[in-house]
């Protein structure tokens, strides 16, 4: 055997096993909910199990909603508690983040379940909707007070124009609960969403502990910036 063939010989062999190794890393993700392996696990009757969650969408299903209308309220409790200290937009949007930044954190497996990898070949119920749309209503609900006041910047100058591909995201998600606001402000909640969300994420996967000392204050300054970005402005004593 040449040195040349023992060397393609020993790539190949190293790659079928790379190969082998992600696909048993992908298959992390495949979860086995089925009632009665769960209710054995919990020392619950099987049949017991049954009649609260008659197969395994049904359970993951409970978990979903329920995490989701969990980090709603307590979004939704951070939003209450800033209106009632009398914040200023800025602060009731940087207090709703810290709301689902801090919850994420008490719950970092659920949060990932969440806004982590989908599960394979489940579909989520109708109502993750509803509670996702609470999260995104106290947000909105900021951008209007701060529009009504006066204090929400509409258009950035210098900003670049929307190409037709962002438009049509605009058009589509302006129909819904952002309809009404102006199309550079939806726009840019495309980024913010997905920038904020993606600093939790982060933080509850370990990512910062290397590099940040105080995440907390990493998190408020992260979502104080995507409040400016978004066209929130910040007052002389902030």
Known sequence: M???????????????LKEEALRRIEGRHEVDLEPGAVARDAGVDAQDAARHFPDQEALMSALIVGAYNAVADSAEAAAEAAIAA?????????????????????????YVMLWGRPIPGYTAPPETVEAVGRIVGAMVAVLRDARKAGELTEDRPGEAPLSDGMLQNVRALGSGPLEGLPSGVVARMFVVWTQLHGMVGFEVNNHLAAVAVDPASVFEYGAGSMGEYIGLRRRADQ
């Open 2 to 16: 040449t040195s040349t063939k023992a060397q393609h010989d020993g790539d190949a062999v190293v790659q079928r």
């Open 86 to 110: 009398g914040a200023d937009p800025l602060r009731r949007w940087v207090a709703i983040w810290q709301g689902v930044r801090e919850w994420a954190v008490a719950h970092p497996e659920e």
